[in-house]
């Protein structure tokens, strides 16, 4: 039998990456899981099915809190993982989960879902002024160089054989990066939870974490000068400066659930993306529910939205948003409910995991190994 092992940095939540990870683990019912740090009240059933394998973040207290405070140690911490004896390895790695070390025999295919965000293309937004304190940013500077380096060592082909990527935006940064090609498999939303009737109200919707490039002070800037009910949703470390800026048509919802989250795609006018994301699970997630997209006209978002489907803006300003929401106002009859739900619908968990076992299984015979086969 094949002896499948997956990585993924750490299990402290459900988000895309999680989900994309549930999907993988689908088609790898037997294999086993390593992660830096997993708390089970926080992840799905599917995520919890596998042996698990963690670090000594694991017993850290107050680590599950904290535990990216803890990134100048996890490249040491990845690589102290055994993994001698499985046949394939699957990473799926927005910071250091590709950096395992592999026995030769083994293949490691890495689906990157971006390179370090911390080190690399947006380090001045974790760590620029304002950001956090000073000693932070002192600490930040000193190891960027050092995290990088590390980095690029074991993005070659010597640690990764194949890599596989979410978007094409993302698979530039690689090659920017690494040196190296990627494969594009797209993520998914799940669109079976969009079903409701569409009946649009008077309110723009954001469903996001409050990161500070997800770029939500330029949404409520823009709200605040057009007056227009804007419904957020989310939490994150920026909450209380984004409340603070906010004017009386801000509404901050909180966290919700997944039912709750489709009403609001279903009578939203539109959801507004201002941030340059990796792909874009939301985006894809507004379209599924008939509800066209505002974007930032950069990143993955570029490789989702169609122009019956929604509106892009330029630059990643305030009065760019403004402008493509009085477009919006006047001209919504030109993103027809029809038109966003099929698209959204293309990029299914099916699909995805159809065009990943593809790419694996090709990979896999191209080493010259025996057939896959699993219990």
């Not at 042996?51 to 911490?77: C, D, E, N, V």
């Not at 050092?146 to 094409?168: A, C, E, F, G, Y």
């Not at 090659?175 to 494969?183: D, T």
Request: aromatic content about 12%.
């Amino acid at each position: 039998m094949t002896r499948v092992a997956i990585i993924h940095d750490w299990l402290t939540g459900m988000r895309g990456g999680e989900s994309v990870l549930e999907a993988i683990i689908e088609l790898f019912p037997t294999a086993e899981l390593f992660t830096l740090i997993c708390i089970p009240d926080k992840i799905s059933p599917t995520l919890k099915q596998l042996k698990t394998h963690t670090s000594w973040l694991q017993k850290i207290p107050g680590a599950k809190r904290r535990y990216r405070h803890f990134l100048p140690w996890m490249p040491g911490m990845i690589e102290q993982f055994d993994l001698s004896h499985f046949d394939l390895i699957l990473s799926s790695s927005h910071c250091v989960a590709k950096g395992i070390q592999k026995s030769k025999n083994s293949l490691h295919i890495s689906y990157i879902h971006a390179p370090m965000r911390y080190i690399w293309d947006r380090f001045d937004d974790y760590f620029g002024p304002g950001r956090t304190s000073w000693i932070t940013r002192l600490g930040a500077h000193l190891l960027r160089k050092k995290l990088q380096t590390w980095d690029q060592k074991v993005s070659t082909p010597s640690r990764i054989d194949h890599i596989l990527t979410n978007s094409q935006f993302i698979a530039s940064q690689i090659r920017n990066h690494y040196g190296r090609e990627a494969q594009v498999v797209y993520p998914f939303a799940h669109s079976e939870r969009f079903t409701l009737p569409r009946k649009p109200e008077n309110y723009y919707l954001m469903v996001t974490a409050f990161a500070p490039y997800k770029k939500v002070d330029i949404a409520i800037e823009a709200f605040n000068q057009l007056r227009l009910p804007l419904w957020i949703v989310g939490s994150g470390q920026d909450e209380i400066l984004l409340k603070n800026r906010s004017g009386p048509q801000i509404r901050f919802l909180g966290s919700t659930s997944n039912q709750a989250i489709a009403e609001l795609y279903s009578k939203c006018k539109a959801l507004i993306f201002p941030g340059i994301e990796d792909f874009g699970i939301t985006p894809l997630e507004a379209m599924a529910a008939g509800a066209p997209v505002i974007a930032y006209g950069e990143g993955g978002a570029r490789e989702t939205l169609q122009e019956n489907t929604g509106i892009f803006f330029t630059p990643q300003s305030s009065e760019a948003l403004i402008s493509a929401v009085q477009i919006m106002e006047s001209q919504s009859h030109l993103f027809p409910e029809s038109a966003c739900r099929q698209r959204g619908k293309e990029f299914s968990r099916q699909r995805f995991q159809k065009n990943f076992m593809k790419a694996i299984q090709e990979y896999w015979t191209a080493s010259g190994k025996p057939p896959l086969t699993f219990n």
